[in-house]
């Protein structure tokens, strides 16, 4: 059976970085079929699809346009876990975060447990 | 972009009744099309994916139908346990685009 456990800080401060990982059990990051995302869930915004890595040969990862230029999705392959990095976080950027496992046909069928992010000073 | 909407935006109904919910896309998806169940405090479930095919371990009282840009999940046999804000969610695999729709609450009445 498949986990994705998160862990990271829970409150950040405007401007700066917004830090989380998702260790993986039961698969391998390295997978050829799985691709590795970020959501995030808030009120004003919803459910919203931030980012992925995946490997094909070589390493990839995308973006949503909202979020582009902000935010880098790190493969960490030696502890089987992926990270979120969310730079110039604004009270915007306050919302549960997600980490899931997709395929190529873009469902999410493993999620992690969520963690809320709050961006204050 | 391709956008998504959800009808209705909530709904109550009795034990036993069969329910449905409406998911709308502004384009042609074909049936990249996959629906959740997300209860309080918890992440979301898979339900439904590719518009009709259940998930592994769902309840079969759960189905999906549709393709192109209109798609139905039915709940038969309300249960309590169904409680929960349902989202549809598309993908485009020609740009990697992924969207939710905006959830429909469905209660007990």
């Known amino acids: 059976q498949v986990q994705l456990q998160q862990s990271g800080l829970g409150l950040v401060k405007p401007s700066q970085t917004l830090s989380l990982t998702c260790s993986i059990s039961?698969?391998?990051?390295?997978?050829?079929?799985?691709?590795w995302n970020w959501i995030r869930q808030s009120p004003s915004r919803g459910l919203e699809w931030l980012g992925r890595t995946f490997l094909r040969s070589k390493w990839y990862s995308e973006y949503a346009p909202s979020v582009e230029g902000r935010m880098t999705v790190n493969p960490d392959s030696s502890n089987n876990q992926f990270s979120l990095q969310l730079n110039s976080v604004t009270p915007e950027d306050t919302a549960v975060y997600y980490c899931a496992r997709s395929f190529h046909s873009g469902f999410f069928d493993f999620w992690g447990q969520g963690t809320l992010v709050t961006v204050s000073s | 972009d391709i956008q998504m909407t959800q009808s209705p935006s909530s709904l109550s109904a009795s034990v036993g009744d069969r329910v449905s919910i409406t998911c709308q896309a502004s384009?042609?998806?074909?049936?990249?099309l996959n629906w959740y169940q997300q209860k309080p405090g918890k992440a979301p479930k898979l339900l439904i994916h590719h518009a009709l095919t259940l998930q592994t371990g769902v309840s079969s009282r759960f189905s999906g139908s549709g393709s192109g840009t209109d798609f139905i999940l039915t709940i038969y046999n309300l249960q309590p346990e169904d409680v929960a804000t349902y989202y549809c969610q598309k993908f485009d695999p020609a740009r990697a685009a992924f969207a939710f729709g905006p959830g429909t609450k469905v209660d007990i009445k």
């Open positions: 384009q042609g998806i074909n049936i990249y």
């Open positions: 039961g698969d391998s990051i390295s997978s050829d079929t799985a691709a």
